[in-house]
């Protein structure tokens, strides 16, 4: 239908009937994959001692039919040998049967499995190849199902049934629009590395073409995560506590240099504006990295607030403020706000680097001071980006801690939210009120890393720590916090701690229990103060609040988030839901961990 009238409407229809048809292929590929895995099919299709027994019963029978035949017709010594060649021929027999039987299963199974990989994959690039900007369906899921079948395949032996590298390259790379690949970035980027392996070769080939393709395509999106790879080396005195040189034995360097090769290349191939970018980036990016490890030490005791970058620079022409400089060959192709990115364009049209993208801003510079974080174990440095029409975006400049993880759990939680968002797009979500905007989300925030030791993240606006609302900023300050206001005679915070903390471990629990006591609930009043001006708005915080700490608790249990104190669990002051942040201990790492008390 598509191939007679290649029109929209069916061109969404083909792509509809192509993601249904790729679902199901990827289904029964799954299940042959398993049962091919499990030990009851290693077990039966094991022909090892069908063989050994054929092996074993062939020399008996061709014994027996030779003294059979040496036996005289008609005397009882022929017929008994007579009836034990028969018996040995006819078990022999069942034998070949059995092991014929069996190896033709097997072929069969891994035929299959084959065929339906291929048809999967042709059928997911097709759906994602044609499918409109209008379509009505998720396409995060084929394309994440498509790069996972490629993982999963690329090293299998596949008997010459399937290639795999080259059936991605001609069939997906070169059918499907490089920006459905753009939001898995972290995931393709991540599998960048040099190999020896023949398979693992082809593998790099193909995986840094499709990089090369999306960098160039859609620099603002692709750029800073090759950066980030290229600069696997530049990690300071060390990374969460690990030394430099021992973080770097261990995780090793092997991004490296397939990143920077993958960097000459986008200077000699890319067009114009993206090399300029490339410099630009790279610029700015060793201008962040130099001040997220910068010692600071000097000054957490005197002023935390308005420092000058010149005081931690040596280079100050690389200072924050001062290394895209006005008029010079690096401003002609101003990078985007790293925590800021335009617009996903499906054609590639950013307007060549003369133009701000759709719905970003780019550097027109930054604000010559600033600041340090009261908190945090390396004090992180507040700084002010400058945007070119105007906007000022606070960012959190850290060094000296993995922020990857952050970066993949924001990516995670951005995924649950579109799920959510569809979820309440259906019918029966429609049907009701919207007053309240009742609909399940977590709220996320962009995280840039910019080498394994340092990254950037974009500072959350109107939030306050969930601990400054109940304690206050300081023991110094504590009577602007919720409980010394309303509970004044009660325990402080730091009396608890104490308490608690001095309990011996047998009467932990009743000293909880004593700590309850004596510090009673007050939350409640921070909805009454900030939005008790209208019962609407009081009871829309309120579902905000209850529902954003519903999906983030979920999703933190399957997740194994841990480290959730009162100073890393934020507060929006103007909608009331909750904004979770660092994320250094993930998938139930806080089990092996020690803990105070």
Known sequence: LYEAQPNVENADRTARAS???????SSLHAALVIRVQSTEWKQSSSTAHQIAELERCEPLLHDALHRKNKAKKGTQQFDDLTRKWEELYIYCEHLRKDLQRTNEERDNVLTSMQQYLRLAIESYSTALALAS???????????????????????????????????????????????????????????????????????QSVLQDLVFKMCAQHPYHCILPLIALANGKKVGSGVSGRHASAYIENVGNSKVAPASEIISRLRKEAPPYVVGLLATYAILGDSYIHLAGADTSSFHKQVTKDI????????????????????????????????SVPKLQPDGNYGDGEEDPIGAERVRGFKPVFSITETGLHRPKIVICLGTKGGEFRQLVKGEDEIRQDAIMCQVFTIVNDLMLRRRSTAARKARSKQFHHQLRIATYRVVPLSPASGVLEWVENTVAFGDVIFGRSPRNEDVGLHARYYPKEWNYLVCR????????????????????????????????????????????????????????MVGHILGIGDRHTSNILVHTKTGEVVQIDFGIVFEQGKVSTCMG
Request: hydrophobic content about 40%.
């Open 133 to 203: 900007a209008g379509f009505d369906e998720d396409l995060l899921r084929p394309v994440s199902e498509l790069i996972s079948l490629w993982f999963e395949n690329y090293k299998v032996n596949n008997d010459g049934t399937v290639d795999i590298n080259k059936l991605m390259k001609t069939v997906a790379f070169e059918k499907v629009p490089s920006f459905r690949f753009v939001p898995l970035a972290n995931q393709l980027f991540s599998r960048i590395e040099q190999s020896d392996d023949l398979r693992s070769i082809v593998f």
């Open 308 to 339: 000058s970058f010149s005081k931690v620079y040596n280079n100050t022409s690389m200072a924050l403020d001062k290394c895209l400089r006005k008029g010079s060959a690096t401003m002609m192709y101003p990078p985007a706000i790293f925590t």
């Open 498 to 553: 104490r308490h608690f903390v001095e309990a011996p471990s047998s009467v932990k629990r009743e000293t909880y229990d004593v700590v309850c006591r004596n510090f009673s609930p007050c939350f409640r009043f921070f909805f009454i103060e900030r939005f008790g001006h209208d019962m609407m708005e009081w009871h829309a915080a309120r579902m905000r609040y209850t529902r954003s700490v519903a999906l983030s608790s």
């Open 19 to 25: 993601l249904a048809l790729g679902q199901i292929s």
